[in-house]
């Protein structure tokens, strides 16, 4: 099908957006990369009367260093984040997720903070940017707000930003010493939607027990399911196997509660929520003995 | 009817200055507005792959990018890479090696290949596979694909 017809708007500066975000509120979309927004278009699952493409204020597009924290801009494309020498060094836990983002000609495209600010219980970065503890600048004309990503997604394609607000930035502070990480996932194709995902980070303490551990999934939610009672079982202690073992089938009894879809059951995303949470976190513990 | 955008872009080396709707696809542009049907159009969505051009040198989808937002830049379809009496190294290879049955997917999948053999021009089969995994072909069951990327590499490197 076709998009419906709506009203473009394409500003050279980020306050020309934030004015016509004020102005037109809820009617308005932010068009980024278009890849998530312009599928909805065609199918008419999205009918904005205003569309504020931000694909002319390049000064979005940047990714840097900033006192050890990586910045990721607004317009930044996820091929651009892919070869980012910088991310692959600082987060390389973004940097491992890339190759399932998508395809090549949609990465060529498709923004980081359009994939954030999409709030797709299945997009990869949502769940990394929680286990990264990493935080979001968003702008309006009312001022800039930082959210941390754990606060940031409320439930499906939905988030705190306000209509009038503009995803500005992405920022993530860097790993404590002694931290590994870990990206599993299950797709049916290459590139396609995970059945089921998960990021582990974890960081041990001098006497090599775990400091702080996150086990975040995506795609059996609302949004990015945190496994709290798996990490609970691992903060404090001595890892090993057997714990790791024990905690994943923990994330998976008791921290995650999967739909049943034409995808897969409830049955086998939990089945698999085991399986990738053991695989994220065994990896992540010896990528953190590294 | 909405209000229409002047937008002015290049398409295979000629400058266009055209007033277009904003909800118009870029697919839908090149095929309806300038008779380029070089560019297939198959599910619209983002998955198929059978639309992909070159825009500004990368591969995107162009049913998932509006005309509007090609102001100002290059776009290379299928049409503007070879003629039929000089083909571009990776057509001529879709047809020795027979890489190619209906030819829906193929326009597509050969500007996919553009970019990704002059930034590697020595590719494994994975990376192959890898490249053109965002493309759909429902005929060759791919092998005869690779097989036609493998000979492109070939015939495009500077050694030979």
Do not use: W
């Not at chain 1, 984040?81 to 991310?87: I, R, T, W, Y």
């Not at chain 2, 398409?11 to 095929?31: A, H, K």
């Not at chain 2, 100002?72 to 379809?77: A, F, M, S, Y």
């Amino acid at each position: 099908m076709k998009p419906a017809p709506f009203e473009y708007f394409a500003p050279a500066t980020v306050e020309e957006a934030l004015g016509y975000l004020a102005e037109y509120g809820y009617e308005a979309k932010v068009l980024a990369g278009g890849q998530s927004l312009i599928p909805m278009m065609n199918f008419r699952l999205a009918q904005p009367a205003v569309i504020v493409d931000i694909n002319n204020i390049p000064e979005l597009g940047y990714i840097r260093g900033n006192n050890g924290d990586l910045q990721i801009g607004a317009l930044a494309r996820h091929n651009q984040v892919e070869s980012n020498p910088l991310v692959a060094r600082q987060t390389p836990l973004i940097f491992e997720a890339m190759p399932h983002i998508a395809t090549l000609q949609v990465r060529n495209r498709g923004t980081f903070g359009g994939s954030i600010a999409h709030a797709d219980p299945s997009a990869e970065l949502t769940a990394i940017s929680v286990a990264l503890e990493g935080s979001f600048t968003l702008r309006s004309q009312r001022g800039d707000r930082v959210i941390p990503a754990n606060e940031f997604f409320l439930g499906l394609f939905t988030s705190v930003l306000e209509p009038d607000e503009l995803l500005i930035e992405a920022r993530f502070p860097p790993l404590p010493a002694r931290s590994g990480c870990a990206l599993e996932e299950v797709s049916r194709r290459p590139h396609d939607f995970a059945l089921v995902g998960v990021a582990a980070v974890i960081t041990l303490d001098q006497g090599n027990r775990c400091q702080d551990a996150r086990l975040v999934f995506f795609s059996v939610g609302d949004g990015p399911v945190e496994a709290r009672q798996a990490v609970g079982m691992l903060n404090g202690n001595e890892l090993n196997s057997e714990l790791l073992r024990l905690a994943a089938e923990t994330a998976a009894k008791r921290d995650v509660d999967p739909g049943s879809d034409i995808h897969a059951s409830a049955e086998y995303r939990r089945h698999l929520a085991g399986v990738l949470a053991y695989r994220a976190l065994e990896k992540a513990y010896l990528r953190s003995r590294q | 009817m909405s209000n229409t955008v002047e937008v002015a872009f290049t398409v295979n080396n000629i400058q266009y200055v055209r007033n277009v709707e904003p909800r118009m696809l870029l697919s839908d542009f090149l095929r309806h507005e300038l008779g380029l049907t070089g560019t297939h159009v198959g599910c619209e969505h983002g998955v198929c792959g059978a639309c992909t051009v070159l825009f500004d040198g990368q591969s995107v989808r162009s049913c998932l990018m509006f005309a509007v937002q090609a102001n100002g830049h290059e776009i290379l379809t299928i049409e503007g890479l070879g003629t039929i009496d000089n083909l571009h190294p990776i057509q001529q290879s879709f047809i020795e090696a027979h890489g190619l049955q209906c030819g829906f997917c193929t326009p597509g999948i050969i500007l996919t290949l553009v970019p990704f053999l002059e930034s590697n021009p020595d590719p494994s089969e994975e990376e192959i596979r890898h490249a053109i995994s965002g493309n759909i072909c429902r005929c060759t069951g791919y092998q005869n694909i690779v097989e036609a990327v493998k000979l492109a590499a070939e015939k495009m490197s500077p050694n030979t």
